[in-house]
Nanobody, 122 residues
Framework: VQLVEFGGGLVQAGGSLRLSCVVS????????MGWFRQAPGKEREFVAAISWDYDTTTYADSVKGRFTISRSNAKMTVYLQMTSLKPEDTAIYYC????????????????WGQGTQVTVSS
């Protein structure tokens, strides 16, 4: 399974970005998908996840109400719409896929993208 993220970049505080993650190599509709992030000197942290059947989403408290995760099984893509960005959102954002479980812990995910940098300036 290959995951490739797109859409990172530099944005001012209060701005928006949409990250995309295109999946290949496995039936996308059977995968739970998640987004994680890692800032310099910090551990990787959960951001958001969506179940394989669109039915359930979950968010970290720090992004709830600002970020939205969604997916298109037809396009084999998962999205992370980020609004009202803050400097503390600066990190490398990783897309992850799990064929077995929908969760909030990075160890529950089997496949990972290479990451995309998001930088929010104050």
């Amino acid at each position: 399974v290959q995951l490739v993220e797109f859409g990172g970049g530099l944005v001012q505080a209060g701005g928006s970005l949409r990250l995309s993650c295109v999946v290949s190599g496995r039936t996308f509709s059977s995968l739970a998908m998640g987004w994680f992030r890692q800032a310099p000197g910090k551990e990787r942290e959960f951001v958001a996840a969506i179940s394989w059947d669109y039915d359930t989403t979950t968010y970290a408290d720090s992004v709830k109400g600002r970020f939205t995760i969604s997916r298109s099984n037809a396009k084999m893509t998962v999205y992370l719409q980020m609004t009202s960005l803050k400097p503390e959102d600066t990190a490398i954002y990783y897309c992850a896929a799990s064929p077995t479980i929908y969760g909030r812990t990075w160890t529950e995910y089997e496949y990972w993208g290479q990451g995309t940098q998001v930088t929010v300036s104050s």
